[in-house]
T-cell receptor, first 109, second 115 residues
Framework: GQNIDQPTEMTATEGAIVQINCTYQ??????LFWYQQHAGEAPTFLSY??LDGLEEKGRFSSFLSRSKGYSYLLLKELQMKDSASYLC??????????WGAGTKLIIKP | ETGVTQTPRHLVMGMTNKKSLKCEQH?????MYWYKQSAKKPLELMFV???????ENNSVPSRFSPECPNSSHLFLHLHTLQPEDSALYLC??????????????FGPGTRLLVL
């Protein structure tokens, strides 16, 4: 079967750095997405990785290793507004998105 | 962000009611999706429309009936729902399905409570 694993919850301190991991087993691979979802709001697109390596976008970076079936989202200089759930999703060979259950990130002052 | 809008934002209905959820996208996309989001579970894909044609129905019970009159609008008709159908229903759109332009953009969702 197809599976996406990510931690259920993480806690970090304002101003610090946090890394949210995602491992996957899917039928084929056509890219990996990260989304941010604040409580009661729409998931918003953060990043897309299809090649191995690190993609940097401001305070957020996303890394992919296809051989290891592994990705991480790195958030730097954490702000209180970064408290949200972070969703990892992989597009399989049929172009269907397989979703993880999300990681709830709690930022403390 | 008003690229994808959904109405109503909240809905309470009895098991014998009929209601409809509406989604509209202003992004010029050709693919639209309905998802169900339950607490602490992955998003569940329900239906996919590509160029107004339904391309996927992921074994969704018939009490959920989608309608896509054009590429900008998507409806989900609800009839004789069960309490376990209570969830957040999300609509999304993408440029197209299976063509490499797959980034999906979501609406804010309809929080549904079935009593």
């Amino acid at each position: 079967g197809q599976n996406i694993d990510q931690p259920t919850e993480m806690t970090a301190t304002e101003g610090a750095i946090v890394q949210i991991n995602c491992t996957y087993q899917t039928s084929g691979f056509n890219g990996l997405f990260w989304y941010q979802q604040h409580a009661g709001e729409a998931p918003t697109f953060l990043s897309y990785n299809v090649l191995d390596g690190l993609e940097e976008k401001g305070r957020f970076s996303s890394f992919l290793s296809r051989s290891k079936g592994y990705s991480y989202l790195l958030l730097k200089e954490l702000q209180m507004k970064d408290s949200a759930s972070y969703l990892c999703a992989v597009m399989d060979s049929n172009y269907q998105l397989i979703w993880g259950a999300g990681t709830k990130l709690i930022i403390k002052p | 962000e008003t690229g994808v809008t959904q109405t109503p934002r909240h809905l309470v209905m009895g098991m014998t009611n009929k209601k409809s959820l509406k989604c509209e996208q202003h992004l010029g996309h050709n693919a639209m999706y309905w998802y169900k989001q339950s607490a602490k579970k992955p998003l569940e894909l329900m239906f996919v429309y590509n160029f107004k044609e339904q391309t996927e129905n992921n074994s969704v019970p018939s009490r959920f009936s989608p309608e896509c009159p054009n590429s900008s609008h998507l409806f989900l008709h609800l009839h004789t729902l069960q309490p376990e159908d209570s969830a957040l229903y999300l609509c999304a759109s993408s440029q197209e399905r299976g063509g490499g332009q797959e980034t999906q953009y979501f609406g804010p969702g309809t929080r549904l409570l079935v009593l």
